[in-house]
């Protein structure tokens, strides 16, 4: 299931949330670094949302200061973190990713920041104690578990979306493109 899904970015929440279940979990120390990601489609309603914004991936400088949403120039020279605060998301879901492509064209520069946007706690989630993201303008948690020593995979619980949304976490520390933060 794991390398299917990791192969096709692909699947349903179900076979995303057993192959969550199976993994280790993960402390909040060994989150610390830089990491470049993916999105696993499961047909959530947020599932474009991180490529429209041109996400990267995260960037955790320690359990108080991380950084939940790096995303590309729109040159792709450089990487820098967003405030996940200033982005349009409402409880109409659906219409989230027109709303932010819309919003990031028109005001990409203003949604930039290098202030912390989120914190790492480890919290139970699905019977299982494990590093979390809690951002902080946001009702967001990020859940991850433990691929292989340098690959985490990620769970979104939005807590207006009752589906979860899942996305891949690669350990990207000799990545020669610059993040300003």
């Known amino acids: 299931m794991l390398d299917q899904m990791l192969r096709e970015r692909n699947s349903d929440t179900a076979t995303v949330l057993r192959v969550f279940d199976e993994l280790d979990p993960v402390s ?23 490529d429209t914004l041109g996400w990267y991936g995260k960037v955790f400088k320690g359990v108080e200061d991380a950084h939940p949403l790096i995303v590309h120039s729109l040159d792709g020279t450089e990487l820098f973190a967003i405030d996940p605060s200033r982005l349009p998301l409402s ?6 990713p027109e709303a932010v492509s819309e919003f990031t064209k028109l005001s990409r520069a203003d949604l930039r920041t290098s202030f912390s946007g989120g914190r790492l706690r480890t919290v139970r989630y699905r019977e299982k104690l494990t590093g979390s993201l809690l951002y902080d303008a946001r009702p967001i948690l990020d859940h991850f578990a433990k691929i292989d020593a340098n690959t985490i995979l990620g769970i ?5 979306i009752p589906q979860a949304g899942a996305f891949v976490l690669e350990r990207d520390e000799g990545n020669a493109i610059p993040i300003d933060l």
């Open 28 to 50: 909040t120390d060994f989150l610390i670094g830089r990491w470049k990601g993916f999105v696993i489609a499961t047909d959530h309603p947020m599932d474009s949302l991180l």
């Open 91 to 96: 409880v109409n879901a659906t219409s989230v």
């Open 156 to 160: 979104m619980d939005f807590k207006d």
